[in-house]
């Protein structure tokens, strides 16, 4: 019984490390998406509606190649990836959807999905983007 008090503990740690990194995505990528390559770790790995993009350079050039957007989340959900599937490496899933209007464009349906991982500083713990996927929902209804 202890165990499941513990993953519990862990399970709503994560959550709010998930909410707080939500939050803040979404609003670096809409007003400071010069700061957005911070959020990802050197080796990371976006898909962005199948194209995938790899690395610090590529990423800000993928990124800064964008129109200027409004997401607006939905939902969230979160889940601590179990230990065995990441040894000695805290890391959660996270699962957002919403709207995303892109200047000169019509507003979309999007499904993202981020693999955090926990970095700890001498201060405190930082969590990055190890994994992002980024789908549309309604690409072919244009």
């Known amino acids: 019984m202890a165990m499941a008090v513990d993953f ?15 939050n803040i995505y979404y609003e670096t990528m809409d007003k400071r998406r010069r700061a957005l390559i911070r959020l990802y770790l ?10 995938v993009v790899t690395g610090r350079d590529d990423l800000n050039n993928f990124f800064e190649m964008l129109p200027s957007s409004e997401f607006q989340v939905n939902m969230l959900d979160c889940q601590p990836v179990h230990e065995q599937a990441t040894p000695s490496q805290n890391t959660v899933l996270v ?4 709207t995303v209007k892109f200047d000169g464009n019509r507003q979309h349906y999007f499904n993202q999905n981020f693999l955090l991982t926990a970095q700890a500083t001498p201060t405190s713990t930082v969590w990055k983007i190890a994994s992002d996927c ?8 244009n």
Not at 95 to 98: D, F, N
Not at 134 to 141: A, H, I, Y
Request: charged share 25%.
């Open 8 to 22: 519990k503990t862990y399970a709503d740690q994560a959550c709010k490390a998930a909410e707080e990194f939500v």
């Open 134 to 141: 980024f789908r549309f929902q309604d690409w072919d209804n």
């Open 95 to 98: 699962v957002t959807s919403g």
């Open 42 to 51: 050197d080796k990371a790995t976006l898909v962005w509606n199948g194209n």
